[in-house]
């Protein structure tokens, strides 16, 4: 394995620090004359006999990166051969990482409303552009002024591109904590993926616990798929038994991936408007399509354009509660689906 050092030069990039990264690819801030924004290398780790699936991602990450556009991802600048230096040359985005807010969870529901907020909306623009992340976690978010920005395409899908990865491996691929049952079962191209770990991610930075642990075992992760999330021993206990009883039923929250299919549009529900109405007689909050509103018997009700399905529930009605809290103090009151 080839190893580098502050002072390198590579293809006119020089590499300036190192900074932490995990143990698929160094990753270093660089400076080249030719571009106008600060930039990183990442550097995947090729070892003589390593595992193919360091290439194969490698090789995903650098096609849909160039392909990729807007505020939500780093902007792509070059990529390095295979057969000399392989790396790939992108913007260094600046901001607070999600994983150290993460951290020091649980978190004031109102900042994890924000958050939630932030990285839906960034989600909505990442599947307008027909790529599903697979990898979405605390770690592969930037919080940035601009907004939520997602790093690490190594596991994504885009609809128009050859699945290198899943031809090649039938093994679940993505992270244990925040993998969804859809991909626990091969798979790789339902947005819903995206949105099961955004609601992991809400659980996690609103309890401080992660809702399914960090299986390490194939039989571990399948569990998800017909059990519903540990509860929380932590301070959040009204909080989960508000989450808890949104949910219309525990079949429709574990059950199978087929009974789940969302399309794009759906899985982009958040990125339109989060408002909010108050008055003597009800509360309402709207989320581009699902109503939340409090009656004068102080009792929830949450209802859909179309049916409730287990595709929303329990993630995009866990990220619901979540904002409804931050909207509406003292909520305690039992939600019911209609």
Known sequence: MQRFEAGTVIDG???????????????????????DFPLVLKIPFLDPGGDVSV??????????????SGPHVPRFAAAGSLSRVPYIAMEFVSGTGLADLAGNAPLPVDEVARIGIEIATALAALHRQKVVHLD??????????????????GLARHAELPDLLGAESSVPMGTAAYISP???????????????????????L??????????ATFAGMKRRLYHAPRRSRSQSRALLRLMVSARSSPKECTSTPRSRKASTKTSCSWRARLTHSTSSKSSALQLSGVS??????????IT????PTSEWTPRLVIASILALQASHSGLTAPVHIS
């Open 206 to 215: 609103a309890t401080g616990e992660e809702p399914f642990g960090r299986p």
């Open 13 to 35: 990039f020089e590499l300036v620090e190192k900074l932490p990264a995990g143990g698929m690819a160094s990753l270093w801030r660089a400076t080249n004359p030719r571009y």
């Open 55 to 68: 290439i194969l991602g490698f090789e995903a990450e650098e096609l849909i990166l160039k392909r990729l």
């Open 182 to 204: 859809e991909q626990v079962l091969g798979e790789r191209s339902d947005p819903a993926s995206d949105l099961f770990a955004l609601g992991c991610i809400l659980y996690q």
């Open 136 to 153: 979405l976690k605390p770690e592969n978010v930037i919080l940035a002024e601009r907004g939520a920005v997602l790093l690490d395409f």
């Open 304 to 307: 859909s354009r179309s049916r």
């Open 292 to 301: 939340l509103r409090r009656l004068r018997s102080g009792r929830w009700t």
